[in-house]
């Protein structure tokens, strides 16, 4: 038996479809439910690209210590002074709209050549572009692709014993 539910209604994320408008920027603030701490060599360089690649904005900065990001709600990344851990294969990924994924590459791919692949199209229903950021962060942008009930993502989804809104 499953003790989960419906609670979309708490999510920024849209229902997806081929012309759904990404969430505005939040600016609100909340207690963090969850974030990620990216340690980075160059504070300025890193806001740069998860600014204009990635589309996130600083909500709040203490200069030389910390810049906290965010794109939508519940989406906050704070960025540290330090080096990447070696060896590490940090991944985070970040909702976003079908119709950002193309342009989330352009730009990062202006920023730094070759740091983008994909998009791919994932069978439990998803576009994703995997992205590494000048600090090695593996960044996934995941748009939700609209569901057909019909198609064998669906089919999948119904294999694990998920049954779709």
Do not use: K
């Not at 360089?45 to 600014?51: G, Q, R, V």
């Not at 600083?58 to 990001?69: A, I, K």
């Not at 791919?109 to 962060?137: H, I």
């Not at 960044?139 to 669906?154: F, G």
């Amino acid at each position: 038996m499953t003790e989960t539910f419906p609670a979309f209604d708490i999510s920024p994320v849209p229902a997806p479809g081929p012309d759904t408008v990404a969430p505005e920027l939040f600016r609100g603030i909340y207690g963090m439910p969850m974030f990620v701490t990216v340690p980075t060599p160059d504070l300025a360089a890193s806001l740069d690209f998860w600014s204009r690649g990635l589309g996130f904005f600083d909500l709040f900065s203490v200069p030389d210590q910390v810049t906290h990001l965010r794109r939508w709600a519940f989406q906050d990344v704070l960025l540290v002074p330090g080096e990447p851990q070696a060896g590490s294969d940090l991944t985070v990924s970040f909702s976003c709209v079908l119709g950002e994924i193309d342009a989330i590459a352009t730009a990062c791919e202006a920023l730094v050549p070759g740091c983008t692949a994909g998009p791919r199209s994932m069978p439990w229903g998803s576009l994703e572009l995997e992205v590494r950021t000048p600090e090695n962060t593996r960044v996934i942008m995941t748009a939700a692709r609209p569901y057909d009930p019909d198609s064998p993502a669906a089919a999948h989804l119904r294999s694990m014993g998920i049954d779709a809104p």
